[in-house]
């Protein structure tokens, strides 16, 4: 491919994005394929000779297009959010193009100090403890990994680390070996199944405790878990609480986990993927409380901060502690200005050397929807949820179970079998798509607000289906009044993809498909 076919077939390529997602309420948001479609349409084995972009971009829409799960249609109500923005994707063309690898300063100067501006930017927005934040006096700092799953295990790694170090000081009559042998992490039942992953990759009996009937995870079983162990001769190295757990959006309690880890030299990890954008809000900021006594957290930009899949903030108290654990400093890899407390060497900050320019696309987002633009987002986000859920209170064959933020559980009342009816029968016919959980031993449906551009017709949508489906389920009783009641309406669309949207993309895409004079 030379530079005019690139030029070609870029400009192809984003009027058929530019398309998709005008238009992706059209498209079922389940493909109908069966496992191995894609073997029947593709040949077993490379070609000798090179194929023209166009015909390349035709098996793309009759091979690759019928496989889709649209994660960015509004109809799409399952898991957390993947959302991304037209300024996201932009942003991620330009980083693709100019292909740096920033495994340290010296690779490329503005990819590292871009992204250390950009973490202090976002902790500032989430109105973090300032003892995370690179422009404090502290040893903080923050990193952009790939995802949560990456940062819990980088935590996890980290605290083995240190605590091996302290431990071969305090029982010099142990091994190593007998030391790594004895460790143990602690985590609810309800946290991500990344945590209970990272124990295995991490060598660590992670110990799942049980939460409460709501779902959170208590001081008190915890410190009960700990001393239990400590009575054993284990040696307890990091607990890794959650805010916004994946079944209910749970919030773990800090306040009373977090003083006995400080006490006793645990580890303290926050999860706080999807939750952690909601610190933006300042009605939302008291579900950080104790987050001061923690040692790293982190959360998804990719699921509820409109910067496109992976991109995963995370920051440390004390920067040194991940350094020291993890550095390994080939003469390859030195470099005059090392050890700058502007310029960190991330390399030793994750588990890869090389990194991608993430913070680009950050920045692109960060600057073209501004503070007040992403928290009327998530506000009008969290508005739909609760449309929904109000919707679904209107019908007393269903219950609503918990709510938080922009998910609402629910069921129909009555045996399990019923609901898991409903669920099998929605997701059949593929027009939303929701997937359940449990809470307090019931099986419950999630509705989960996704999407590029949700709107309230996208919530009415949704809900139409969920009712419709329950009528032929149960049947409909005429004699009872299910009809939809008068309810305020939300404010209006706050997530403008016309005129406002579409001059910055026209901007910014001038920039990617630009002439050969650097216009």
Known sequence: MDINEFREFGRAAIDFVADYLENIRDRDVLPSVEPGYLHDLLPGELQNEPENWKTIMEDFKRCILPGLTHWQSPHFHAFYPSQTSYSSIVGETLAAGLGVVGFSWICSPVCTELEVIMMNWLGQLLNLPKSFLNCDEGNGGGIIQGSASESILVAVLAAREQAVRRLRTQHPELTEANIRGRLVAYTSDQSNSAVEKSGILGAIKMR??????????????????????????????????????????????????????????????????????????????????????????????????????????????????????????????????????????????????????????????????????????????????????????????????????????????????????????????????????????????????????PQMHDIEYAWEEVRSQADLLLGVDESRNVAKQAIEPVEPKLYEKSSEIGKITESLTGMVISNEKGQ
């Open 208 to 453: 799942l405790l049980p939460a409460d009937e709501t779902g959170i995870l208590r001081g008190s079983t915890f410190i009960q878990a700990v001393e239990e162990d400590v009575a054993k001769g284990l040696f307890p190295v990091i607990c890794v609480a959650t805010l916004g757990t994946t079944g209910t959006c749970a919030y773990d309690n800090l306040a009373e986990i977090g003083p006995y880890c400080n006490e006793h030299n645990i580890w303290l990890h926050i999860d706080a993927a999807y939750a952690g954008a909601a610190l933006c809000l300042p009605e939302y900021t008291h579900i950080m409380k104790g987050a001061e006594l923690a040692d790293s957290l982190n959360f998804n930009l990719h699921k509820w901060m409109f910067v496109n899949f992976d991109c995963c903030a995370m920051w440390f108290k004390d920067a040194g502690s991940v350094t020291q654990s993890f550095s390994v400093d080939r003469i390859y890899l030195q470099h005059q200005f090392q050890g700058h407390s502007k310029a960190p060497d991330y390399r030793h900050w994750q588990i890869q050397l090389g990194r991608r320019f993430r913070s680009l696309k950050v920045w692109i987002t960060l600057r073209t929807m501004g503070a007040e633009k992403i928290r009327s987002l998530i506000r009008f986000h969290i508005q739909l949820a609760n449309r929904f859920e109000e919707y679904v209170r209107t019908d007393d064959r269903f219950e609503v179970l918990c709510s938080t933020l922009a998910l609402v559980c629910f069921r129909l009342k009555g045996d399990d079998a019923r609901s898991k009816q409903l669920l099998e029968n929605i997701t059949k016919r593929k027009k939303i798509f929701m997937i359940p959980a449990t809470y307090q031993g019931k099986f419950i449906i999630r509705f989960m607000i996704c999407g590029i551009d």
